[in-house]
């Protein structure tokens, strides 16, 4: 604890534990947005880098409860489903990796979150989009390029994916499951390259395991709240979280 606190004081320290209990309240409604809203929230409080270091731990253990939750046998069945999402979006998020420095990060942010705030828009009006339950299948890698492309460039995954999940009228469950066994992959990775990095060390990793435990608190009495309510209302929510985070990426990019 007294290292925990030379590196962050109590009233931040605070802040960021209920930022993490509001980020863990929401992943378990909808099954995703915790990097977005930790990252943002925290931001304000301690720098980016610590941020970043403290969500990497609570990201791994939410996502990986999330695809687990029915079990190891559901979890494989979702990953055999999507395997085709999963292994495009995983060579474009290998591949985009290595643009970051090319193309500008305030024109991707926008590529990523006009479509999407257009999309949840006009979703929430009535206009529904829909795939149906088996798309084409150029209509899947489409979606997987385009989402492990941002990604990798950006680190911004979940909004395309959810959008997919959503157009193809996912029941809520399985909806909540597929994106636990994506983002619980992609934050395998993201640990495994900080690590590398050196924004997980002895330093911060305290600080990481103090926003464990909100976070796990949050996402039960999410996950109460998700089996409480509907398909509709699920789609509801899903939708505002959606126009949310993708008018957040709209207002990053403009901002530069």
């Known amino acids: 604890m007294d290292s925990l606190l030379t590196l962050i004081p109590w009233p931040a320290l605070i802040a960021c534990l209920s930022v993490g209990f509001l980020a863990g309240v929401v992943k378990g409604m909808v099954g995703f947005a915790m990097p977005m809203i930790m990252i943002s929230g925290m931001g304000s409080f301690v720098?980016?880098?610590?941020?970043?270091?403290?969500?990497?731990?609570?990201?791994?253990?939410?996502?990986?409860?999330?695809?687990?939750?029915?079990?190891?046998?559901?979890?494989?069945?979702?990953?055999?489903?999507?395997?085709?999402?999963?292994?495009?979006?995983?060579?474009?998020?290998?591949?985009s990796a290595q643009m970051v420095r090319v193309?500008?990060?305030?024109?991707?942010?926008?590529?990523?979150?006009?479509p999407i705030v257009i999309f949840a828009v006009t979703q929430l009006m009535g206009k529904q989009l829909t795939l149906g339950a088996n798309p084409a299948r150029w209509i899947e890698v489409a979606v997987?390029?385009?989402?492990?492309?941002?990604?990798?460039?950006?680190?911004?995954?979940?909004?395309?994916?959810?959008a997919y999940l959503t157009a193809l009228g996912t029941p809520k469950k399985e909806h909540v499951r597929v994106q636990g066994v994506i983002y619980g992959l992609g934050a395998l990775a993201l640990f495994g390259a900080h690590i590398a990095s050196g924004v997980v060390r002895a330093e911060t990793i305290?600080?990481?395991?103090?926003?464990?435990?909100?976070?796990?608190?949050?996402?039960?009495?999410?996950?109460?709240?998700?089996?409480?309510?509907?398909?509709a209302a699920f789609r509801r929510a899903t939708l505002v979280v959606l126009l949310v985070a993708g008018g957040n990426l709209v207002r990053r990019g403009l901002m530069g």
Not at 103 to 114: C, D, E, Q
């Open 144 to 162: 997987a390029t385009f989402a492990g492309f941002i990604g990798g460039f950006s680190g911004v995954w979940g909004p395309p994916t959810v």
């Open 47 to 95: 720098s980016p880098e610590l941020a970043l270091a403290g969500l990497i731990l609570p990201t791994l253990a939410t996502n990986g409860w999330q695809a687990m939750r029915q079990g190891p046998a559901e979890a494989w069945a979702s990953a055999k489903k999507f395997k085709v999402f999963l292994g495009i979006g995983f060579i474009a998020l290998v591949i």
């Open 103 to 114: 193309i500008p990060a305030n024109v991707m942010l926008l590529m990523i979150g006009l």
């Open 206 to 231: 305290p600080f990481a395991l103090a926003l464990l435990p909100p976070a796990l608190l949050g996402m039960a009495v999410g996950f109460a709240v998700q089996d409480r309510i509907d398909q």
